[in-house]
Nanobody, 117 residues
Framework: QVQLVESGGGPGQPGGSLSLSCVAS????????MGWYRQAPGQQRDLVAS???????NYADSVKGRFTISRDDAKNTVYLQMNSLSPEDTAVYYC???????????WGQGAQVTVSS
């Protein structure tokens, strides 16, 4: 059974930091492209950051320099460190695992991040 369980969401202050975790079971995070997506109310779900099997990272322009995606293979966990938060970062954040071989995806349940003063 494939499961992606997210934690770490919550309220944050502008300029502050939050960290999200995504613990995978049923798959290995180091054999999938792992990504974080976010969706604000009334908006589409957009890619925030991804990390390839080789460890290459990719970021949306809106978060580049502020967010960092990382992976701990021993813990089978992917993280999103979010610094210098702004209200525009408010969204539900989803962990995603993409199988390049099978061409299918698994999704976490979503974690609400709310940035306000």
């Amino acid at each position: 059974q494939v499961q992606l369980v997210e934690s770490g969401g919550g309220p944050g202050q502008p300029g502050g930091s939050l960290s999200l975790s995504c613990v995978a079971s049923g798959i290995r995070v180091d054999t999938h492209v792992m990504g974080w997506y976010r969706q604000a109310p009334g908006q589409q779900r957009d890619l925030v950051a991804s990390i390839s099997v080789r460890g290459t990272t990719n970021y949306a322009d809106s978060v580049k320099g502020r967010f960092t995606i990382s992976r701990d293979d021993a813990k089978n966990t992917v993280y999103l460190q979010m610094n210098s938060l702004s209200p525009e970062d408010t969204a539900v954040y989803y962990c995603n695992a993409h199988s390049q071989f099978f061409g299918r995806d698994a999704w976490g349940q979503g974690a609400q991040v709310t940035v306000s003063s």
